[in-house]
């Protein structure tokens, strides 16, 4: 499959920022080599000088690349970091930034010793933001994800009663958005009903839901590469009044939150405004999460809705709003859109009406 390659040069353009005449950076996270060139296997190496870019591959990838990263260099290796050193010998490369999380330390250990003259360090944090901005094609992806995922929880929803099983929703769920077009689910599907509901990431299992429970339905799809994720609770009647007042004080949290997101606002102060809604309260000991997270090429990518974040909304961002409380023993509840932050407000990209549904 061949991709359009327009976006990759402005990409690739912005990650070569600073660099200098010798310098090179390595680039190891599969999902920021599919970002940067198009290529979409699950493994390979890009490295990028000042005025040069090469995807080193394995045999099992070189017509892949070939096809998909248009007007990059291929070179094939049969050690990683044998091909690392040759390309760098090539170039003289004298500094190479890494992604640090992504190179063991036995690869980075064998590269000092066989490029001894060059000096290997980290790549900031700005690495981790390259990706947060999205292009009109990509909120296209994620919308279609969205819409994918929201269509086959509606043609399930039914299943949600007493007696039927947590993993039983989910593998129906899952197929369901496979079916409606998805390339696969954008995580382990959570179906969590009563107490398990209580475990923010408990995963679906034998459980029967009863009557009486919140079930709490965090699930998305993947298009094009591209992540949607939303969190529905129901609660399978008949509902109790606490539990009716707790679904509205986190639908509340949810709405502030929401309501506050435009260009220019802090990460911070979207935390703060959804923890300070449930703390008035008197809930605040059970958000034990932050409010939200970036959305794309990952489920979870920057920027992160969390306490003390100082990084700056900026149109263009996709971010979910998840807060959630949780009553260990008991059960929980938790409200997640994905929202678009625009230069005023923002626009929810997540289908499935958010009032309190009685099933």
Not at 205 to 216: F, L, N, P, T
Not at 273 to 296: K, N, P, Y
């Amino acid at each position: 499959m061949r991709h359009d390659p327009s976006p990759y040069p402005e990409r690739v353009n912005r990650l070569r920022a600073g660099i200098s005449e010798n310098d090179a950076l390595l680039i190891l996270h599969e999902k920021n080599i599919r970002y940067l060139t198009g290529f979409t296997g699950s493994d390979g190496t890009l490295m990028a000088g000042r005025d040069w870019l090469a995807l080193l591959v394995d045999g099992r990838y070189t017509t892949q690349a070939r096809g998909e990263a248009v007007g990059t260099e291929i070179f094939e290796f049969r050690s990683r970091v044998d091909g690392i050193t040759a390309v760098a010998g090539e170039r003289a490369v004298g500094a190479i930034g890494f992604e640090s999380p992504s190179l063991s330390v036995e690869d980075y250990l064998r590269l000092q010793e066989k490029l001894p003259g060059a000096v290997f360090s980290p790549l900031s944090d700005g690495l981790r933001s390259l990706r947060a901005v999205k292009n009109e094609e990509e909120i296209a992806l994620i919308r279609k994800a969205a819409l994918i995922a929201g269509e086959a929880l509606a043609a399930i929803r039914e299943m949600i009663r007493p007696d039927v099983r947590e993993k039983e929703i989910a593998l129906e769920l899952e197929y369901r958005m496979r079916r409606g077009g998805a390339e696969q689910a954008a995580f382990e599907t959570i179906v969590a009903a009563g107490a398990n509901a209580a475990l923010p990431h408990a995963r679906p299992g034998c459980r029967a839901i009863a009557a009486g429970d919140c079930v709490i339905v965090d699930y998305g799809a993947v298009s094009g590469g591209y992540h949607s994720d939303e969190t529905c609770t129901y609660i399978v009647g008949p509902a109790s009044e606490r539990q009716r007042e707790v679904y509205r004080l986190v639908r509340e949290a949810h709405d502030r939150a929401i309501r506050a997101i435009r260009a220019g606002v802090t990460c911070g102060a979207i935390d703060r405004i959804a923890r300070e809604s449930l703390e008035e309260a008197g809930l605040g000991a059970h958000f034990s999460h932050g409010t939200g997270h970036g959305v794309g090429l990952d489920v979870h990518e920057a920027p992160r809705l969390a306490a003390g974040r100082e990084d700056i909304l900026r149109a263009g961002m996709v971010v979910t709003v998840e807060p959630g409380i949780y009553l260990p023993g008991d059960w929980g509840i938790r409200i997640e859109d994905t929202v678009l932050v625009k230069e005023e407000g923002c626009e929810i990209l997540t289908p499935t009406s958010k009032e309190l549904t009685v099933l």
